[in-house]
Structures are given as C-alpha cells and as structure tokens.
C-alpha cells in the first residue's frame, strides 16, 4: 500500500500476517480498488509509518486514538474548488487522512470561506480544478477574485500546498490552482510541498501528492494518532473508471432529420449484471478506441512498421495497437506541440503554441501537427511524447428507476473540416460510426455531487439547449417515476423546430400529463434574426423572478464558452430588475443561491 514504510521481506511478512488476522480478504480488497479509493489509505498509511512503534502494544495492534496525547496544535484549512465534486472528494479524503492522525482540520468549499479567515490557519491547502479556458468553477469565483484583491490578508509565517486538477488539452491548463498559489504566495505564505498540476487520468498522481504531503506535515509536527483502518471500512466498488463494465449497445437511433447541420443521437446501453448505479445528473464514462484508418495514416506519415514492439507502462505492445487503444492521438496539448516544434525548427507551431492554440485545436489532431512538423520519430518516442487515452463524458439521459439496468445517452457526432481533410470527435464516431447495436462499449459511472434533483416538491428550471437536454431529460423520467409534486419549466433551444426538436413526442407527453409545468423553446434559424434560450429567459423574467422567489432550483447544462455565460448574465439582469437589486445585491443574491445548491451548471 503506498506511503508503507515495510524495508525488508520479514516486516512485510508480519504486516502481511497482521492484516490477514484482521480479515483474509483484506489484502485482495486493497489489491481490488482504484486508485481513487486508495486516497484515504495513502494518507493513513504515511501517518501510520511516523507512528508505528509508539502505537503498537505488545500483541502487535493499534492503540486506541488520542490515549495518550492531546490534538496535535497545528491548525490546518483544506479547501476546494470544484465543479463536478472530483476535487471535493480529494479534499474529504485527505481531512480524513489528517483526522485520522490527530490533526486539527477544517474543511471548507471555497464558497463558504470567509477571506479574512484565511489568517487563523498555519496550512492552507488547496484543490483546485479548472474550467474551461483557465476559469475557476462557478463556486470559486468570488473567492477567487477577493483572494487576489487589496482585502486579503497577510499571510506571513503560514504553509500552503496546492493540487490542480485540469485538462491539457485546453490552453490555461490547470490555471485556477497556479493562480491560488500565485496569491497565497503574494500575501507571504510559503509553499511546504510543490504545487502539482494532474491531468484528465489524475487518480495515481493525486495519490502519491497526498503521500508526500502528509509526509510533509508530520515533519513538521508529528502525528499524535492512527486510526486503524477496518476490513468493513474498505468499499469494493465493482467498476470503475480503471476497471469499466463491459456493456452491450442496445440502440442506437438518430435524432435529427437529415437535412438537419446536426447530426444528433440517442444510445441506449445495457447494464444488466454490472452492478453499477446512477442518480440524475451523473455521466457516464465511456472508453473509445481511436479510429483505425486514423492510426494507419499516422504510421505512414512517420514511416513505422505497425507492428514496431513498443514499451507502454511497463508492458509491451505493438505500436499500432497501442495508438488504437490507449493513447491520445485526436486531442492536442500544449506540450506536444511545443516538443514538435523543437524538433522541427517549426516556427507554425511554435505560433500556434504561442498565440493560436485554442482555434488551431479546435478542427486540427495528431496527424495535422505531424504534417507541420514533418519529422522522422522512432515508435518508442512517439510513445513518449503522448498522453495516454482519456474516457470521454457524457450526461445521462435517462433514469435508472425507469431504465432499470439501462442507461440513455444523447450526443452529437462531431467533425470538422480542415485544410488537410475531415477530423472526426473521437468518442462520437466510434459510438455512432464503428460500433452497431449488440457491440460492446467499455463504460462506467462518473458521480457528480454538485448537479442534483432537489427534493420531491421543490420547483426547478431547467435550460438546456441541445443535447444539453439530456440530464433533464434524467430529471424528468425521475420527478415521473417519484410522482413529485414540484413545478418543473424546461428551456430548449436547437437550429430548427421541424429536424432539431429533442424528445419532442416525449416532452409533448410530459407537458400534457402536467409533469412538464411550463416548457419554452427557442429555435435559432427559424426566423431573420436569431432566438436563443436566453431570450426566451429574458422574456419570461417576471415569472422567472416569482418562481425563484419561491424556492425554485434553477439549472443549465450545454455550451460553456457562451450559452452558460449568456444565460447567467440575463439571469442577473433579472434578478437585478425584477428583485429592484443594485448589481452587487444580484451578483450577491446569485451567489446565495449557489451555497443554497439553488444554481447548479453542468456546462462543458
């Protein structure tokens, strides 16, 4: 187990024989989990390695916490920031693992911190993820930017350490977590391990940040207790992002007409047997292959044999089936490019790392940049320049209380033009072009605590253009199978009513069953100038007012870069005035209704 200190073969001996006496199936549940399981018992198991010798009694067990000494006097703040609760859960993991050694911890989102608060604490420790292009996640903004204000405090003599979480592929990868240090170093605090920036596949990275950072602390000031870790205590969770759920496709039916620009679909997965469970408002994982004709025009471009033997984390494979199967070749990063280019001498690309990223990745991949660069590489070194596969995410669509052992989702096949031909999304055409009905698709649930149906008989409004229908779509079958009495006003916009209306027969269902309270659409290219579902939020903004003034939940899923933005600047505007709201009263007022879970984004 990571952060043991066991240094020769008859100490792992008799931990080995300690933990079987404690249960025989503890160590092939340990051997079981993923790494993000692990997290907590990488951080008990640095505590226990300080503390080892003053714990044990004579018959070899844990002494009972805190017998013989008082909390430790170290004060700690872990705080996160985090959009899809992957940071929270870090952040929880890793109070536990302090906890467990007596540390005196508080947890807190960085929505809730007080900003003058900051100065109570001798370690600050922050996880952070990044949205976007470098943008905080919607419960850090108002942190984010007092932090860097003239307000903040003085924080001389304290500690910090920080964990990002982000994307490479964007340009500003990990920035909200450089940006936090960047501050807490400004206001006089002192970094006590190294910041460490993790990508899409973070588990393993994070684990080992936690090993080391406890490790850090107890230098500092010992641990004064362990908690032994119960059998009972460690979840066995079937499948999981490491271990997907071999699943069958059972439909696969398109969505939009055919003369429609969008070419949108709705899969139908069988989880029958898996085990695996979702709420409204998860997604699910989904490992695709990359396309073969794709690997093959790599290959070629690079003059390598297919079946080149290559080394790929410890194991062999041909090259071929490695850049089909677990390595990135359709999503660019920053660092690729730049190695490319100094290689090439390529003054394109290193342009295009420079000032261009954001719109050269939008429609260009692997192969495009290897035209640039036109360079000969080994099989080996391509292997070393990219990043291993990411699963792709996707909103579910649907209710496992309808759907028992089922799970729906909606996506648009992606492809764009360039000047060397047609990129395809990589996830989207392999579900919708290389796999058929009855194929199997490698998948797995991913959990995000911050998009939830509120209770039973609360209201909700949802906006959710285009496939950003799908988790309201979950809400609905959900609100339906529970009998809810809550309002429920859907917003949807698309291009156009007659090939790009969602659900329709389905939502018309729920409108005349009186489930769907209230439902506005907005199609964009049906008349001369354009309507989107902003708009129709604009045009509704008294009732929107009272039903928020109610109590109402209000959600948005889709676009990013700008419906989300667009959407909230109007929703502002309303608060603003139909409340009669000065700006900082509706930027305030907003804000309340995020700590309430009243405003809740799940936006890409």
Same mark, same amino acid.
């Given at each position: 187990m990571?952060?043991?200190?066991?240094? +020769?073969?008859?100490?792992?001996?008799?931990?080995?024989?300690?933990?079987?006496?404690?249960? *025989? !199936?503890?160590?092939?549940?340990?051997?079981n989990l993923g790494p993000s399981e692990l997290l907590l018992l990488a951080?008990?198991?640095?505590?226990?390695?300080?503390?080892?010798?003053?714990?044990?009694?004579?018959?070899?067990?844990?002494?009972?916490?805190?017998?013989?000494?008082?909390?430790?006097?170290?004060?700690?703040?872990?705080?996160?920031?985090?959009?899809?609760?992957?940071?929270?859960?870090?952040a929880e993991s890793?109070?536990?693992?302090?906890?467990?050694?007596?540390?005196?911890?508080?947890?807190?989102?960085t929505l809730d911190i007080k900003l003058a608060r900051l100065k109570d604490y001798a370690?600050?420790?922050?996880?952070?993820?990044?949205?976007?292009e470098g943008e905080p996640p919607d419960d850090a903004i108002d942190f984010y930017e007092a932090v860097v204000s003239k307000k903040a405090p003085s924080l001389n003599g304290v500690k910090h350490a920080v964990? *990002?979480? *982000?994307?490479?592929?964007?340009?500003?990868?990990?920035?909200t977590a450089k940006d936090f240090e960047s501050a807490l170093s400004g206001l006089g605090s002192e970094p006590l391990i190294e910041r460490l920036d993790c990508d899409v596949d973070y588990q393993q990275e994070t684990l080992n940040w936690i090993t080391q950072l406890v490790g850090a602390i107890a230098e500092l000031q010992p641990p004064v207790s362990?908690?032994?870790?119960?059998?009972?205590?460690?979840?066995?969770?079937?499948? =999981?992002? !490491?271990?997907?759920? =071999?699943?069958?496709?059972?439909?696969?039916?398109?969505?939009?007409?055919?003369?429609?620009?969008? +070419?949108?679909?709705?899969?139908?997965i069988d989880l029958a047997g898996s085990g695996l469970s979702y709420r409204p408002g998860d997604a699910l994982g989904v490992w695709a292959d990359n396309d073969k004709d794709l690997v093959a025009e790599i290959l070629s471009r690079l003059s390598i044999d297919p079946q080149t033997s290559v080394s790929f984390k410890g194991e062999g494979h041909s090259i071929e089936d490695l850049l089909h199967h677990k390595l990135e070749i359709t999503l660019l990063n920053k660092g690729l490019i730049r190695e490319l280019s100094s290689l090439s001498g390529s003054q394109k690309l290193l342009d295009i790392a420079d000032t261009g990223y954001s719109e050269y990745i939008r429609n260009h991949q692997l192969i495009d940049a290897l035209k640039l660069a036109n360079v000969t590489l080994q099989a080996q070194q391509l292997v070393q320049m990219l990043k291993p596969l990411k699963p792709r995410l996707y909103s579910i669509s649907s209710s496992i209380d309808e759907n028992p052992e089922e799970v729906h989702i909606t996506l648009n096949h992606l492809e764009d033009e360039n000047e060397d031909g047609t990129r395809y999304g990589q996830a989207s055409h392999f579900l919708t072009r290389k796999l058929s009905e009855g194929d199997i698709v490698n998948v797995y649930v991913d959990h995000n605590?911050?998009?939830?149906?509120? =209770?039973? +008989?609360?209201?909700?409004?949802?906006?959710?253009? *285009?496939?950003?229908?799908a988790p309201f779509r979950s809400f609905l079958q959900q609100r339906e199978a529970e009998q809810a009495k809550g309002r429920n006003w859907l917003f949807f916009g698309n291009p156009n009513f007659n090939t790009d209306f969602l659900y329709q027969t389905e939502l018309q269902k729920h409108l005349k069953s009186g489930l769907l309270t209230k439902i506005d659409i907005a199609f964009s290219r049906d008349q001369e100038?354009?309507?989107y579902v902003q708009d129709r939020l604009r045009q509704n903004a008294e009732q929107v007012w009272q039903w928020l003034e109610q109590g109402a939940y209000f959600y948005v899923c889709g676009d990013m870069s700008r419906m989300a933005k667009e959407v909230e600047l109007v929703l502002l505007q309303i608060i603003e005035k139909q409340g009669n709201n000065t700006q900082a009263q509706a930027k305030d007022y907003l804000k309340q209704l995020k700590k309430q879970s009243r405003y809740q984004r799940d936006v890409y």
């Open positions: 990571a952060g043991c200190n066991v240094t +020769d073969q008859t100490s792992l001996q008799r931990a080995t024989a300690r933990f079987t006496n404690i249960d *025989g !199936e503890l160590l092939q549940k340990v051997s951080g008990y198991c640095a505590g226990l390695a300080e503390t080892a010798p003053a714990q044990l009694n004579a018959v070899g067990t844990l002494g009972t916490a805190h017998e013989s000494s008082e909390d430790s006097s170290l004060k700690g703040l872990i705080l996160y920031a985090s959009q899809t609760g992957n940071a929270q859960e870090i890793l109070q536990q693992s302090l906890e467990s050694s007596g540390y005196n911890t508080v947890l807190e989102s370690l600050i420790v922050v996880i952070a993820s990044t949205h976007g964990l *990002g979480l *982000g994307d490479s592929s964007y340009e500003f990868f990990c920035q362990s908690a032994p870790v119960l059998a009972e205590n460690i979840i066995q969770f079937p499948y =999981s992002k !490491e271990k997907p759920f =071999s699943a069958t496709i059972s439909i696969i039916q398109k969505l939009t007409a055919p003369d429609s620009i969008k +070419d949108t679909y709705h899969l139908e605590k911050n998009f939830k149906l509120p =209770s039973s +008989d609360k209201a909700i409004i949802m906006v959710g253009p *285009g496939t950003g229908i100038q354009k309507i």
